[in-house]
């Protein structure tokens, strides 16, 4: 019992460490919507982060589909989450997406690159 008590630290250590880094990436867009004659449908995101050397400045946000990125911007007073307005063509009826932060975090020596992806999501696109 002893002995346990010695290597419970050494155990929770990862854990902890793993707490301090941990980021959530929570998709905002509804996943059915009514189809709309300009083509554009609204697309929001959030992203939570508690890592400690986020430069929170660097952060780029994309929605992803196919091979398309389209950048997405801040929503106004809210520090973390982005919108944007993307064009579906007209006989299209499911989007299947996802979201992709950029960012840069602080390093030795200098500022690193990394990113973040979502899982996928799909976007129903109903006839009126």
């Known amino acids: ?20 880094a941990t980021s959530q990436i929570t998709n905002l867009t ?5 189809r709309k004659d300009n083509g554009q449908y609204p697309f929001a ?3 939570t982060s508690r890592q400690q050397s986020l430069i929170r400045d ?6 992803v589909i196919g091979l398309d990125q389209y950048p997405m ?6 520090t973390n989450r982005w919108e944007t307005l993307v064009p579906v063509l007209a006989d299209q009826s499911v989007v299947t997406y996802r979201y992709k932060f950029d960012y840069e975090y602080r390093g030795f ?8 992806l979502s899982k996928y999501y799909q976007l129903f696109i109903l006839d009126k």
């Not at 509804?30 to 009514?34: A, C, E, G, K």
């Not at 911007?73 to 809210?78: D, E, I, K």
Request: charged fraction near 15%; glycine fraction near 2%.
């Open 45 to 47: 995101v959030e992203w």
């Open 73 to 78: 911007q801040r929503t106004p007073m809210l």
């Open 1 to 20: 019992m002893l002995n346990l008590k010695k290597f419970l630290p050494l155990f929770l250590l990862p854990l902890f460490l793993a707490g301090c």
């Open 58 to 63: 660097s952060i780029r946000a994309y929605v």
């Open 109 to 116: 020596p200098t500022h690193q690159l990394d990113s973040k």
């Open 30 to 34: 509804p996943s059915r919507l009514p």
